[in-house]
């Protein structure tokens, strides 16, 4: 069995969950929600049963992107997730507080316990393709979410401003230390298409795409700087946008043979 992890945590006995896909990044703000989202809205829309883990426990961005509020519905045996408009499961603590503005103080291990619960505590049922948000850079978390779940794969997200090939590197790394394959890159707001003739503007210059192959990175992918998607966002409304944004990522998470084998809880005698 490959990533294979003594930390690892069991899954759900009503959870059978194909393939599981991290979102990551090198810093906070460049858009791992939004392709998180994005990815999941995709492979939804291509008939796939799908759900998202919202990581960033202390900054959790998914259910205001899907429109999703109130509590997630409860029994003795286990947690079940949101659903979006579309189909698409979430499980994010936004959703099990009654005050989701209140902020998150919690110490490392507290939150690290909550990430394992997601794993444990919530049936999700049939799933083709989870992705996890995640929160930015390295960290507590990660690392949980690393060691104690059945990470299939990496995307790494990187924005113009960010030294692409330091931010690779370190994922890079990361990923051959923690034995998870990283995927691919997605290179956020890297173009502009001007609205009156399509044409791709790359107000920080094309510098970077194509360029990862040397890091040993297959897939490269381009999200272009679009206002529509930041107010569909804003609104709650995401699952409308009516782009085809990160086909080539989608693709290859589609095509990626997974090698995990998921360890799960005992079938509880009686089930309802
Ligand atoms: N390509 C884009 N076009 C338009 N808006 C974008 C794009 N990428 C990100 N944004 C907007 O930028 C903001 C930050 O994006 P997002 O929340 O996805 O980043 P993040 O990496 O998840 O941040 P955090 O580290 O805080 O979790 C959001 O309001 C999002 O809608
Ligand atoms: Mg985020």
Redesign the pocket.
């Known amino acids: 069995m490959a990533n294979f992890s003594p930390f690892r945590v069991k899954a759900h006995p009503l959870s059978n969950v194909k393939k599981v896909i991290a979102v990551c ?1 090198g ?11 994005l990815l999941a809205i995709n492979a939804r829309r291509a008939g796939k049963k799908v759900a998202i883990i919202d990581a ?1 426990v202390t ?1 959790p ?1 998914i259910p205001k ?1 899907f429109g999703l509020s109130g509590m997630i519905k409860a029994s003795e045996d286990a947690m079940f997730p949101a659903v979006t408009e579309s189909g698409i499961e979430v499980i994010s603590l936004n959703l099990m507080t009654d005050d989701p503005s209140a902020p998150v103080i919690w110490r490392g291990p507290v939150i690290s316990g909550l990430i394992k619960q997601f794993w444990t505590d919530v049936a999700y049922g049939d799933i083709d393709e989870l992705y996890i ?4 850079g390295p960290g507590d978390v990660p690392l949980t979410v690393f060691q104690s779940l059945p990470v299939d794969a990496i995307v790494t ?1 990187t ?1 113009p401003q960010d030294l692409v090939s330091l931010i690779v590197e370190k994922s890079v790394r990361m990923a051959q230390m923690m034995e998870i394959p990283l995927l691919g890159v997605v290179h ?2 890297s173009y502009y298409a001007c609205p009156h003739c399509g044409e791709k503007l790359y107000p920080f210059g094309q510098a970077h795409l194509g360029k990862l192959s040397q890091y040993g990175i297959e897939v490269e992918d381009e ?12 609104a709650g409304l995401l699952e409308r946008y009516e782009g085809d ?1 990160l086909q080539a990522i989608g693709k290859a998470i589609s095509e990626f043979e997974v090698k995990h084998v998921v360890e799960k809880e005992e079938e509880p005698q009686e089930q309802k």
């Open positions: 990044s810093k906070g703000g460049v858009g791992k929600s939004l392709t998180t989202a960033d900054g961005s992107i948000d995640m929160p930015p997200v924005s956020n707001m999200l272009p700087i679009d206002p529509s998607l930041a107010s569909l966002c804003d944004y």
